[in-house]
C-alpha cells in the first residue's frame, strides 16, 4: 500500500523561504515520476513541480521557476520542495502525487495514482 504523507507547512511572511517533505512508502519508488500539486481556495488543482526518483526530467510550472526546487532523499525516502521569496499567491494546499498513468501529461492531477493528504501554505503580505 503506498503512502505519500506531506508535512512541512505553515504561516510564513511574503518573501520568506518554507521547505517541504513528502515521506514516500509501502514500495520501490525508484521508477516512479513524483510531483507537487497545489490548490488554492475556489481554484483547480494545478502542477508545481515534478521529477523521476531517480533525478531525471525535472519539471516546474513557470511561475515557481527560479524559485522552488525539487529534490529527493534517499535515506529518507522523501521528495521534497525546497519555496523560497515566497508570494501570497503561493498560498495553497500542496499535495505529494506519484505515478502518473501517462507521464506525458504529468500536469494533470487526474493521472495520478496516489496522492498525500495535502499541507496548507499560507504566505502572508
Known amino acids: 500500500q503506498v503512502q505519500l504523507v506531506e508535512s512541512g507547512g505553515r504561516l510564513v511572511q511574503a518573501g520568506g523561504s518554507l521547505s517541504l517533505s513528502c515521506a514516500a512508502s509501502?514500495?520501490?519508488?525508484?521508477?516512479?515520476?513524483m510531483a507537487w500539486f497545489r490548490q488554492a481556495p475556489g481554484k483547480e488543482r494545478e502542477f508545481v513541480a515534478g521529477?523521476?526518483?531517480?533525478?531525471?526530467?525535472?519539471m516546474y510550472t513557470d511561475s515557481v521557476k527560479g524559485r522552488f526546487t525539487i529534490s529527493r532523499d534517499n535515506a529518507k525516502n522523501t521528495v521534497n520542495l525546497q519555496m523560497n521569496s515566497l508570494k501570497p499567491e503561493d498560498t495553497a494546499v500542496y499535495y505529494c502525487?506519484?505515478?502518473?498513468?501517462?507521464?506525458?501529461?504529468?500536469?494533470?492531477?487526474?493521472?495520478?495514482?496516489?496522492w498525500g493528504q495535502g499541507t496548507q501554505v499560507t504566505v502572508s503580505s
Open positions: 509501502g514500495r520501490t519508488f525508484t521508477n516512479y515520476f
Open positions: 521529477m523521476f526518483w531517480n533525478g531525471n526530467n525535472i
Open positions: 502525487a506519484a505515478d502518473p498513468s501517462r507521464w506525458a501529461l504529468y500536469t494533470r492531477p487526474t493521472e495520478y495514482n496516489y
